[in-house]
């Protein structure tokens, strides 16, 4: 079955970057788009971006343009987000999605979220 | 980017009732929008994508409508299990957003 194992909670300082790990099984690898999607405390959710395993394109949310990076390990079936210059308002919880393939992008399967926490 | 527009923000309802949720984008989007149901502490759960098409497993008491820049999500008889948080999702262009959310509370 599909399955996208995220890496453990993270604490920062303002200022600092992250890189939040999603490991996924169960399928082929390159062959969906990895979604990355975030939600502050209490709030909704936000895209962050996607990127395409099998060829390493990207394409992210105009906020977060400049600030993300979104990479992929095909070795280890294991995509990447990087968020950068952290502030306070970056505290959220993170999740990675797999989406339907076949052209369609809604997102069947998810990751169990990361929390990341940005705090002096 | 396409602002996707929910309503009602909450709302308040019983077991048994039907119940509908709208979904506005401020661009046409055709039928490329999904549905989720989330639950506190929990990652979302797709119902419905392409508009109107069921996810495998989600109960037939939920249906998706609409095409272009209206869209409904129904449930057509409340469960206790259906209290949590809805969100719409659009993903026609880059750029994809999700709506604010609708909760639905017991009344």
């Known amino acids: 079955q599909v399955q996208l194992v995220q890496s453990g909670a993270e604490v920062k300082k303002p200022g600092a970057t992250v890189q939040v790990s999603c490991k996924a099984s169960?399928?082929?690898?390159?062959?969906?788009?990895i979604h990355w999607v975030r939600q502050a405390p209490g709030q909704g959710l936000e895209w962050m971006g996607w990127?395409?395993?099998?060829?390493?394109?990207?394409n992210f949310a105009q906020k977060f343009q400049g600030r993300v990076t979104m990479t992929r390990d095909t070795s280890i079936s294991t995509a990447y987000m990087e968020l950068r210059s952290l502030r306070s308002d970056d505290t959220a919880v993170y999740y990675c999605?797999?989406?339907?393939?076949?052209?369609?992008?809604?997102?069947?399967?998810w990751g169990q979220g990361t929390l990341v926490t940005v705090s002096s | 980017d396409i602002q996707m527009t929910q309503s009602p923000s909450t709302l308040s309802a019983s077991v048994g009732d039907r119940v509908t949720i709208t979904c506005r984008a401020s661009?046409?989007?055709?039928?490329?929008l999904a549905w989720y149901q989330q639950k506190p502490g929990k990652a979302p759960n797709l119902l419905i994508y392409?508009?109107?098409s069921l996810e495998s497993g989600v109960p037939s008491r939920f249906s998706g409508s609409g095409s272009g820049t209206e869209f409904t999500l129904t449930i057509s008889s409340l469960q206790p299990d259906d209290f949590a948080t809805y969100y719409c999702?659009?993903?026609?262009?880059?750029?994809?957003?999700f709506g604010q959310g609708t909760k639905v509370e017991i009344k």
């Open positions: 999605a797999r989406d339907y393939g076949y052209g369609d992008h809604s997102l069947p399967y």
């Open positions: 661009q046409s989007i055709s039928s490329w």
């Open positions: 392409k508009a109107s």
């Open positions: 169960g399928y082929s690898f390159t062959g969906y788009y």
């Open positions: 999702q659009q993903y026609n262009s880059y750029g994809w957003t």
């Open positions: 990127i395409n395993p099998n060829s390493g394109g990207t």
